[in-house]
């Protein structure tokens, strides 16, 4: 059910300048003359990969990939302690969305992504919606401050014992206090122990949140590599420590702004770090979005996940962009 296409390798690529002594990774595959689309990867932070492009049909879409500030190729990289991250906030990541698009030639494309990159794609196409075609998301967030209490302290009660270990490794911070902003400054802290102890009880953390799914058979956030690890979780806290920058809530009041652009939503049902809730708030805002609920799928999706997926890039690929 739902098979991905063949793997995929990059026919362009390269390291755009987008200000403040940042450069971007970017690449292209697929057919240059086919349909634009945008890949806008998760984390933050988690940089793009290549299992990505195989939900495209190479013949017909011309899909970009790139790696947000701080992350993957791009430099300078967060796990550097030196990295400067104040120029890495959410309006940064759009423009330079903004200036790739400009860069490739591209006069409109499809955004697709998941978790934190459907909050980036819903802040893009809101703030330039005349530039997008499409959407298509899987697992989806807005990362108001609420949803960021549920992932770090609400969900706790589902894994109690592990939420009393995350809490504790910022020493000093009370049950009710802003776990997140402690674990901002830790990542922050000049000693490299406490950085690299911070980061090894985040990812325990996230892991445990998703551990329903995975049934232990993987680590999607602590397998990473110690450096990739470390870019992870600073750019992490440091965008959830501030709201993602945006107003509370400002993403689903002004989904209005997405009339016209056709939408695709899929959700599990047993995403516990992104409850349902969210996604059925986004499909009533949005005029032209249709949510699929994935009742036997988590934050992670599966077969049925990638299948609906799947369908609606293909039947996207046939309307004009």
């Known amino acids: 059910m739902g098979e991905l296409y063949p793997p995929s390798e990059p026919y362009e690529t390269g390291m755009l300048d987008v200000g403040d002594g940042n450069h971007v990774y970017w690449e292209v595959c697929g057919n240059p003359a086919g349909k634009p689309a945008l890949v806008v990867h998760g984390g933050p932070g988690s940089g793009c990969g290549t299992l990505a ?19 993957g190729r791009s430099t300078p990289y967060a796990g550097d302690p030196a990295t400067d991250m104040r120029h890495n906030t959410t309006h940064h990541l759009i423009a330079d969305m903004e200036r790739l698009r400009a860069h490739l030639g591209v006069e409109r494309w499809l955004l697709y992504g998941g978790s934190w990159g459907s909050t980036l794609i819903l802040a893009y196409a809101e703030t330039h919606p005349r ?30 014992e592990q939420w009393e270990r995350f809490l504790a490794g910022a020493p000093g911070t009370p049950r009710d206090g802003d776990v997140v902003a402690a674990y901002a400054r830790l990542m922050e802290h000049p000693d490299a122990a406490v950085r690299e102890r911070a980061a090894a009880d ?37 965008f959830f420590s501030h709201g993602a920058w945006l107003e509370e809530g400002a993403l689903l009041r002004d989904a209005d702004r997405l009339a016209g652009i056709p939408g695709v939503l899929v959700h599990g049902r047993l995403d516990l770090g992104g409850p349902l809730d969210t996604a059925r708030e986004l499909a009533r805002a949005w005029p032209g979005a249709e949510l699929t609920v994935v009742d036997d799928a988590g934050h992670l999706g599966g077969d049925t ?12 690929a046939r309307r004009p962009g």
């Open 202 to 238: 985040w990812v325990d953390w996230e892991d445990t949140v998703v551990s329903g799914e995975t049934k232990g058979a993987s680590r999607p956030y602590g397998d990473r590599p110690p450096a990739a690890r470390l870019a992870f979780v600073r750019i992490c806290a440091h």
């Open 131 to 160: 530039r997008v075609s499409e959407i298509v998301i899987a697992a989806v967030t807005t990362t108001r401050r609420s949803e960021i209490d549920w992932l770090y302290r609400g969900v706790g009660r589902h894994f109690p």
């Open 305 to 316: 996940t990638r299948a609906r997926v799947l369908r609606a890039l293909d039947d996207f």
């Open 53 to 71: 492009r195989r939900y495209f049909d190479p013949d017909r879409y011309r899909v970009v990939l790139f790696d947000q500030r701080g992350c």
